[in-house]
């Protein structure tokens, strides 16, 4: 796990430690010392701890004019027992949505596995942004770990879309995209 890094292509475009609106502002990554673990393994220390034992993330970009963010997560998305979404909802995304954002690609190709408790915080999630035509996009989940998301009725709160390839995008056409499919969508 110690070699799966954030998305790094973007870089030179977005930071959310030099951005002063981020929950990360002023965050200093160590390149060479490995402290994170999930479970017993350690992680790339570009990931950013945002209150879950075994879930971390990385903002790879935030625009205020359009009013979206898109963040990468890795590890286990556990809300039966470390209560995820409430360390997320709370300590990320209010920040973010107090700031404007309206419109979350979370980046789910390393969250290898769901465990569900209630829906409240993506509920309330989802009411903070509805008027505003905000929405919530979880892209390319692991088959097992959406089959659980699902099982759960989440999706009615968090939408499920793939892209194989949005790593070859740059952010903003890469929103535009997945923008476009969520108007299809939300029709």
Known sequence: MHEIEPFFNWRHLYTAEDDEQSPFFGKEHDEFVYRQKIYNYFIHPQWDYFGSENLYMKILYTDYQYGFVIIE??????????????????????????????????????????????????????????????????????????????????????????????????PLPFFKKVDNEMIRVLE
């Open 73 to 170: 997560l890795l590890g286990e998305w556990n809300d039966c027992i470390e209560n995820d979404v409430m360390n997320l909802k709370r300590e990320i995304i209010d920040v973010l949505i107090d700031n404007g954002i309206r419109k979350f690609i979370l980046i789910a190709e390393n969250v290898l596995n769901f465990h569900q408790s209630d829906d409240c915080y993506y509920e309330e999630w989802q009411e903070d942004i509805a008027d505003d035509g905000g929405w919530i996009v979880c892209l390319n989940m692991p088959q097992q770990t959406s089959d659980e998301f699902i099982n759960a009725g989440l999706n009615q709160f968090v939408t499920l879309l793939e892209s194989a390839n949005w790593r070859t995008f740059m």
